[in-house]
């Protein structure tokens, strides 16, 4: 099993640029999580999914958007990129949902944006 | 707001010794608590799960609770270099919202010394 996947590593955008960063999982997982990781900061959470078709927003979904329309893909949208959204992007997977007593979250290897 | 509190350090301990990592969070309804390890450059991975006050313990590490308090630790005895990378504290919280119920803290960077 690879468990989640994202690309690309790394990635420069210029102010107003527009990307997508891909996320995919084997593990079956319905929940999905697009988190954000700025230095010295907790993550956050931008957008997550309890199944295919089914988002909704976290924390700080602005400037972004999502869809599911598999079980093993979660792809996070960025639309005109700002300098603010300068980060390492995390996304994650759970077998079991947010609410659950027991949510452990498996993660991808990250990437590294940077909007100049 | 909820919200989870850390130490950022860095918390530097010897080899060894037993390092200490506290958490305190602000929500009374907060129903369970994880530890996730970050390497530098390396995404978070899942250490220690504790839902009941008291402590558990699993190999060098021990988690704490008091719910009373509000507070969370992570215990590390004999500590290796190896354990040297940011812990986060990480907690799951009861409400309507539920893309906010699942709170991390910022953060503690331990660095063992050899």
């Known amino acids: 099993n690879a468990g989640v996947t994202q690309t690309p590593k790394f990635r420069i955008l210029k102010i107003g640029q527009s990307m997508t960063l891909q996320c995919t999982q084997d593990?079956?997982?319905?929940?999905m999580y697009w988190y954000r990781q700025d230095p010295g900061m907790g993550l956050k959470l931008i957008y997550y999914s309890v199944g295919a078709g089914i988002t909704d927003k976290g924390e700080v979904p602005n400037g972004y958007n999502v869809s599911r329309s598999t079980t093993e893909d979660f792809p996070l949208r960025l639309e005109l990129a700002a300098p603010s959204q300068t980060s390492v992007y995390f996304c994650?997977?759970?077998?079991?949902?947010?609410?659950?007593?027991?949510?452990?979250?498996?993660f991808g290897p990250g990437t590294r944006l940077t909007v100049l | 707001q909820k919200e989870v509190e850390q130490n950022s350090g860095p918390l530097s301990v010897p080899e060894g010794a037993i390092a200490s990592l506290n958490c305190t969070y602000s929500?009374?309804?907060?129903?369970?608590f994880f530890w996730y390890r970050q390497y530098s450059g390396k995404s978070p991975e899942l250490i220690m799960f504790i839902y009941s006050n008291g402590d558990k313990e699993d190999g060098r590490f021990t988690a704490q609770l008091n719910k009373a308090s509000q507070y969370v630790s992570l215990l590390i005895r004999d500590s290796q270099p190896s354990d040297s990378a940011t812990y986060l504290c990480a907690v799951n919280i009861e409400g309507d919202n539920y893309g906010q119920n699942f709170v991390f803290g910022p953060g503690t960077r331990l660095s063992v010394l050899p």
């Open positions: 593990m079956n997982h319905n929940y």
């Open positions: 994650a997977s759970s077998l079991a949902g947010l609410a659950s007593l027991y949510n452990e979250q498996f």
């Open positions: 929500d009374r309804g907060s129903q369970s």
